[in-house]
């Protein structure tokens, strides 16, 4: 059974990175059948979808995000990153990670993890 | 970039009903729509891909349909546990996703 968890910081600071990490288990990130993604969601709000990484390196980004985002994969821990620059209020919300099926859809996904922006 | 807009914005039905939802494409997106469900403090679940072809294990009541901008979530006969939130995803062109349509009970 394929497991994805979120981890990092819960409260980082206006202006800072917010970086998270996402460990798969019961796959391989490194398998080169999936992409892997990272969504957002701030509270009460819809699904944003923030950028993909595969495993040769190529990643592709939201354009309303891409000048501050960074996705990187580290296949020996069998994790992927997510790096977020210049961080102002608007950034908070859960961040979720998910397996990006390329002839399906985003799945599993998980659990989420909320992060704040805020002095 | 493509919008996708879903209708009505909330469903209110009561278990057993019959649930249709709309979702709209800004241009074509072919089939490559998906179908998420959330509930609140979960996370979504891929309910849909493809615009049409269930995900593993979900029930036989979640249908969908449509191709090019016009696509349709059917939900044949509520039961408790499918109130919630219902998105539509393309991956035709990097992903977006619609804003949601929640479906609560009557």
Known sequence: QVQLQESGPGLVKPSQTLSLTCTVSGDSVSSGRYYWSWIRQPAGKGLEWVGRIFVSGSTNYSPSLKSRVTISMDTSKNQFSLKLSSVTAADTAVYYCARDHMLRGLDPWGQGTLVTVSS | ?106
């Open chain 2, 1 to 106: 970039e493509i919008v996708l807009t879903q209708s009505p914005a909330t469903l209110s039905l009561s278990p057993g009903d019959r649930a249709t939802l709309s979702c709209r494409a800004s241009q074509s997106v072919s089939t490559y729509l998906a179908w998420y469900q959330q509930k609140p403090g979960q996370a979504p679940r891929l309910l849909i891909y493809d615009a049409s072809n269930r995900a593993a294990g979900i029930p036989a009541r979640f249908s969908g349909s449509g191709s090019g901008t016009d696509f349709t979530l059917t939900i044949s006969s509520l039961e408790p546990e499918d109130f919630a939130v219902y998105y539509c995803q393309q991956r035709i062109n990097l992903f977006t996703f619609g804003p949601g349509t929640r479906v609560d009970i009557k």
